[in-house]
């Protein structure tokens, strides 16, 4: 299967604690991505990492990948109520390949 | 610049009657892309179209259709509609290649009943 798989499927924290999703797959990769949905709207593009990339930051934002255990990590520090939403990895096969996402883990942030 | 625009917002059909769904990418995007999103299955490719030509096809029946126009909108068609085709639907265009950045419209939450 070409689909992310994240880990865990729900998550519940307290604002100011730090947040960390996985996703894990099964096939090589061109770069991995992740998502945000906020109920039943449309996905924002969060973070993009090619497959010869270990770790990239974008504000309160942390992704690394490990090729070799074919896994993804994506923290985010220092979580607010706002924070709250549904996290998506998706997956790129390389050219002419669509964009495959995951299910999907739910974030709830407590005020 | 103004983002992606999918219309309608909400749709409510009847079983067997077919639906279109229209997507205006934003400006200067070529690639458009048609997800279905439903509670058991997730997202789930449909189609990309990039300069008025399917260029990738999800695995779903010959009934979801879809086409690009000269100017990039994208128009989506489900014919003969059952149940199991209540979903948000989302399209998404691309600057670049499909494995670029994409950017999402609202969706169209469309109900079978």
């Known amino acids: 299967s070409q689909q992310g798989e994240e880990d865990p499927q729900a998550l519940s924290i307290q604002e100011g604690e730090n947040a960390t999703m996985n996703c894990s797959y099964k096939?090589?990769?061109?770069?991995l991505q992740w998502y945000r949905q906020n109920s039943g709207r449309g996905l924002v593009h969060l973070i993009l990492?090619?497959?010869?990339?270990r770790e990239k930051h974008s504000g309160r934002l942390r992704v690394t990948l490990d090729t070799s255990k074919k896994s993804s990590s994506l923290l985010i520090t220092a979580s607010r109520a706002a924070d709250t939403a549904s996290y998506f990895c998706?997956?790129?096969?390389?050219?002419?390949?669509?964009?495959?996402f995951g299910k999907g883990i739910t974030l709830s942030v407590r005020p | 610049k103004a983002g992606v625009t999918q219309t309608p917002r909400y749709l409510i059909k009847t079983r067997g009657q077919q639906v279109t769904l229209s997507c205006s990418p934003i400006?200067?995007?070529?690639?458009v892309s048609w997800y279905q999103q439903t509670p058991g299955q997730g997202l789930q490719f449909l189609f990309e179209?990039?300069?008025?030509?399917?260029?990738n096809k999800g695995n779903f029946p010959g009934r979801f259709s879809g086409r690009q126009f000269s100017n990039s909108r994208s128009e989506m068609n489900v014919s003969t509609l059952e149940l199991g085709d209540s979903a948000l639907y989302l399209c998404?265009?691309?600057?670049?290649?499909?494995?670029?950045?994409?950017?999402f419209g609202q969706g169209t939450r469309l109900t079978v009943v």
């Open positions: 400006s200067g995007h070529r690639s």
């Open positions: 998404a265009s691309n600057l670049g290649p499909l494995g670029t950045e994409a950017f």
């Open positions: 179209y990039f300069s008025e030509t399917q260029r």
């Open positions: 096939t090589s990769i061109n770069n």
């Open positions: 990492i090619r497959s010869n990339e």
């Open positions: 998706a997956l790129y096969t390389g050219a002419n390949s669509k964009l495959t």
